[in-house]
């Protein structure tokens, strides 16, 4: 479909519930939060829901406070997803998607299943870029706060446009936003520098344990329940961690174990590329992609560091 027959779609209805989905990033609800000022702007009626809870970090940014979290009692003209792949990101606001015939889907992802009855899919590096070519469409003014929004799913999607995935048109649209008032150095302070106390102290901890295996090509690091009980940090607080045992030169594989529960833990894989990582995880019931995957693993803690160094030495 065309960003014009979309746009034209959308401009029909006359209120939308816009769909963040599940286990949400910066780009899933900044596309919903600029999305939903867009609509409004032009009289459209708009609200935004999200299957789970918004962590703390986006409390900052204008709309985030104004999720939803369960059906409404109301009905609307159309739902529309924004950065949401397939529909088991909706996890149990699947049915709620569906029960409106009036569809939309807007995303930047390849592997995107085409689910709803419109479809805007454009490979991009975040659904943010998308959100605002449809806004342009539409004819909406981007306000700084609009801009803000957006620039938030740019900046977390691109790893502040520092990774792969970034283009000539992801810089445009990033000079496009900051020209319209968005503020670069603040999101990128807010989403990648500011943390609590506690999570700069499990770090530490993290990090002095470090070890390395097969002539360092494997950099392991280890996240005890002991480490947070002595800081006081949550396990959501570990996000980011194992991006610095894989800065080590010499490594091609990153390993963290992180103690969840007695005997279970949790372990995230990370590649610089030579080694997929995705059928390292699969070999222990987990998967994801080539250079990020993730499994679960059980057992006594010697033993599940044994298990991963070995298996991950037969990939070296
Ligand atoms: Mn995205």
Not at 169 to 187: K, M
């Amino acid at each position: 479909m065309t960003i014009t027959e979309f746009s034209r779609e959308i401009r029909g209805v006359s209120s939308a519930l816009i769909f963040s989905h599940n286990r949400p990033d910066g780009d899933t609800i900044g596309s919903a939060m600029a999305l939903k000022k867009g609509l409004l702007s032009l009289g459209i009626e708009a609200d935004t829901i999200c299957p789970s809870k918004l962590p703390e970090k986006y409390s900052s940014f204008s709309g985030a406070a104004g999720f939803l979290s369960e059906a409404p009692n109301k009905v609307y003209d159309a739902h529309i997803a924004v950065d949401c792949s397939t529909e088991q990101m909706f996890a149990h606001l699947s049915a709620l998607f569906f029960s409106n015939k009036n569809s939309f889907n807007i995303d930047h992802h390849v592997s995107n299943t085409r689910y709803a009855k419109h479809n805007f899919v454009v490979p991009t590096a975040s659904c943010c870029e998308n959100v605002l070519e449809l806004l342009k469409a539409l004819g909406v003014e981007i306000t700084p706060e609009i801009a803000e929004s957006l620039l938030l799913g740019v900046v977390t999607d691109t790893g502040c446009f520092g990774h792969k995935n970034v283009t000539a048109e992801t810089l445009v649209a990033g000079s496009e936003l900051v020209r319209a008032g968005a503020d670069l150095n603040s999101i990128n302070y807010r989403m990648f520098k500011a943390q609590p106390i506690e999570r700069a102290r499990l770090f530490a901890r993290a990090i002095s344990g470090l070890k390395t295996y097969h002539d360092g090509k494997l950099a392991m690091i280890f996240i005890r329940q002991e480490d947070f009980k002595a800081t006081g940090a949550t396990q959501d607080m570990t996000e980011g961690f194992i991006d610095y045992p894989l800065s080590i030169s010499t490594a091609e594989v990153a390993v963290s174990v992180m103690e969840t529960g007695d005997k279970h833990f949790k372990i995230s894989y990370r590649s610089k590329g030579k080694v997929n990582v995705n059928e390292i995880a699969a070999t222990f019931g987990g998967g994801g992609h080539v250079l990020a995957s993730g499994s679960m693993l059980s057992g006594y803690f010697e033993d599940v560091v044994d298990k991963l160094v070995f298996t991950v030495g037969n990939y070296l």
